[in-house]
């Protein structure tokens, strides 16, 4: 009888907890990505439950679909979403909100090529397809200047999510792909594809801030306290997934790969760095690049984009 009464008891506070749990809806790019699934990994670990938050993950393709998403309030928070894309929108009137940076730098994201292609570097590239993932993001912005740095005339083309993007180049479609660890890796010490290009090897992209999380302007007015909260948990989530083994776990199965092939993802092309939840970086990199690549029609300044920014949890 008293195990009845402890249990009836234990499930009233769960009711209780799930009936005041407030509800954000998150949108995560490229499922699988080990920096895509901070969220999904803190989920997992109930770190957002522990401050009351039921967090309701969908996934995208990124790029312009994710901003779309927000503006019109499909979801609450997008995550991992490139700043060249929000600064194009911001500049057009979008109400949008920056809360925290996702990554700097971009020491992931790899471009390749069959093997058997020839092409081996982007000066094999003029003439070719080179991938990025949609409009707007990261893989975008990635793409030109790295055509711009080596001067090749290949033509950008988005292809979507990553194994999308690997469907097409290995039926022909697409010349060059892109990628990010471990989807690639297995491919890559088999010698069916070579890297043709990376992320960093652009100096100016090494500590510029790519991705960033961010809102509705009228949700942050509007669910100020929950979102505090949840990029809280946010930089929790970061710290926990660095140093939690079952991070690992989780990343190898969103991934479909062992979990070895997982921490030699995350050793190698992730490091915690690249993560850090604080700090803008380089932007005025960006803003030249917005100009530059015509996400916005006249130079602005960093003070006429200061409003975009709102940071949650700056950095003590």
């Known amino acids: 009888m008293r195990k009845q009464m ?4 234990a499930m009233g506070l769960w009711a209780f907890d799930a ?4 509800t954000l809806k998150v949108a995560l790019p490229q499922k699988g990505n080990w920096d895509t699934g901070i969220v999904e990994y803190g989920v997992r670990a109930g770190l957002f439950k522990e401050v009351g938050l039921d967090i309701d993950i969908s996934y995208t393709a990124g790029g ?3 901003v779309q998403a927000v503006i019109s309030g499909s979801v609450d928070v997008a995550m991992q979403t490139g700043l060249l894309g929000l600064i194009g929108a911001y500049a057009k009137g979008a109400p949008v909100r920056v809360i925290s940076p996702a990554i700097t730098g971009s020491p992931e994201l790899f471009w390749y090529a069959r093997t058997e292609s020839g092409i081996k570097s982007l000066k094999d590239a003029d003439g070719k397809t080179m991938a990025y993932s949609a ?7 990635l793409v030109l200047s790295l055509l711009e740095q080596e001067k090749v005339k290949a033509k950008p083309t988005a292809t979507g999510g990553i194994p999308s993007t690997y469907t097409q180049v290995m039926s022909g479609q697409i010349d060059i792909g892109w990628s990010s660890p471990p989807f690639g890796l297995e491919d890559l010490k088999t010698g069916k594809i070579n ?3 990376r992320g960093n090897d652009l100096p100016e992209i090494r500590d510029t801030t790519l991705r960033v999380n961010f809102v509705n302007e009228n949700s942050l007015k509007t669910r100020r306290d929950a979102l505090v909260k949840f990029s809280q948990v946010y930089v929790k989530a970061v710290e926990w997934t660095y140093a939690n083994d079952k991070a690992l776990d989780y990343f190898a199965e969103a991934a479909g790969v062992s979990k070895a092939m997982a921490k030699e993802s995350v050793d190698k092309f992730y490091p915690k760095e690249s993560l850090q939840p604080f700090e ?4 005025g990199v960006t803003l030249k690049q917005a100009v530059d690549f015509k996400f916005i029609p006249k130079p602005m300044t960093e003070q006429e984009v200061a409003g975009l920014f709102d940071i949650l949890v700056p950095k003590k």
């Not at 009936?19 to 407030?22: G, L, R, V």
């Not at 409009?135 to 912005?141: C, E, N, P, R, V």
């Not at 803008?280 to 932007?283: C, E, F, K, P, S």
Request: aromatic letters at 4%.
């Open 19 to 22: 009936a005041f749990a407030e």
């Open 135 to 141: 409009a707007g993001s990261s893989s975008h912005l």
């Open 6 to 9: 402890l249990l009836a008891a």
């Open 64 to 66: 312009a679909a994710t």
């Open 195 to 197: 890297i043709v290009a």
């Open 280 to 283: 803008i970086r380089g932007l």
